[in-house]
């Protein structure tokens, strides 16, 4: 298994070091397109069974397989009325299917989280972090942990240039005073300006980025649709993380970034009762899709997924040699 040998072994492995990518099949429904969009028939968000083996119900490349009897969610035809769905405004849709927040203004700093079919209930989230690393979840044993995060964006106008989008989960919400101790997560971040990026928060804010001002993945995404997922899943030693980008909208996903926590990441813990520095390795009952200074976006193909990330069950047949 070249693909576990290769992320496994280092702790940090940049796109340079990737000689792995993996396209979606052509059809109708390829994620590039402005036409022909195909959109699960359930509103309330379980991704509909794949067309094809390795596809979502969008028709976008899986990297890891969903678990069996796992926690699914994709964006469906009414998500205004989503009870699994937390936006902060109304969501319109796009003569090319996607979808876009019908006022403008409500851009300028999204947070759109997404339940496992266990809901949010915030008084009986636990945030003892020591109590978390022995029970392995925070409000429920389904909450979002070994996950795939998978969006197409396609960002037209913004603010301020330097900011990113980000893919985030294993905490609750992220909220004040600080530190809020149920404000935890593992974070990828694509760039405007192509580049990627992992970050750890232990509490909120609290921020360790990894590396710190990140590895190219692709040009530029202003103004054009980009793919974009962050994986994360428990290992024997720790946490694996990783973030796939496809980078011209046409189905050819690349892996940019892969890095582990295996403690020792961040500085001594003196918040939350947590040990120092140590890994991330509960669930939490909320994923997130974020993006701040942001004037003008679309996005489609929105999906959380609870997968399966033992090797043999990868989808090899679509890995480039």
Not at 156 to 163: E, H, I, L, P, Q
Not at 301 to 315: C, G, K, Q, Y
Request: net charge negative; proline share 6%.
């Amino acid at each position: 298994m070249l693909r576990s040998v290769q992320v496994r072994r280092s702790v940090f492995t940049s796109v340079a070091a990737m000689v792995f990518s993996v396209t979606a099949h052509a059809d109708s429904r390829a994620p590039g397109g402005d036409g022909g969009e195909a959109v699960p028939a359930d509103p309330g968000g379980g991704s509909p069974s794949p067309a094809e083996r390795g596809v979502d119900g969008f028709g976008v490349r899986m990297i890891y397989p969903t678990r069996a009897g796992g926690e699914t969610w994709a964006i469906g035809e009414d998500p205004n009325h989503d009870d699994r769905f937390i936006t902060q405004g109304t969501l319109a849709r796009n003569s090319d299917g996607s979808w876009r927040f019908e006022n403008d203004a409500e851009n300028a700093k999204v947070r759109m989280s997404v339940t496992t079919s266990a809901g949010y209930h915030q008084n009986q989230v636990v945030t003892d972090h020591a109590a978390l690393a022995e029970r392995g979840y925070m409000q429920s044993p389904r909450d979002w942990k070994n996950v795939e995060i998978t969006g197409y964006v396609r960002v037209t106008d913004v603010s301020n240039t330097g900011d990113e989008i980000t893919w985030y989960a294993r905490g609750g919400k992220h909220s004040n005073p600080q530190p809020f101790c149920e404000g935890v997560a593992y974070k990828g971040d694509l760039k405007f300006s192509g580049r990627v990026r992992f970050a750890k928060e232990p509490w909120h804010v609290n921020y360790y980025f990894r590396p710190g001002d990140g590895v190219p993945a692709t040009r530029s995404i202003l103004g054009r649709w980009v793919g974009f997922k962050t994986v994360m899943y428990d290992t024997d030693a720790g946490v694996h993380l990783e973030l796939w980008v496809d980078g011209e909208g046409d189905g050819h996903w690349t892996q940019a970034l892969a890095t582990d926590d295996v403690g020792g990441w961040g500085s001594d813990e003196v918040y939350c009762n947590a040990p120092e520095a140590i890994p991330i390795t509960w669930g939490g009952p909320l994923a997130t899709f974020r993006w701040d200074n942001v004037r003008k976006i679309s996005f489609k193909h929105l999906s959380v997924r609870e997968i399966e990330p033992n090797d043999d069950t990868i989808f090899r047949e679509g890995f480039d040699p």
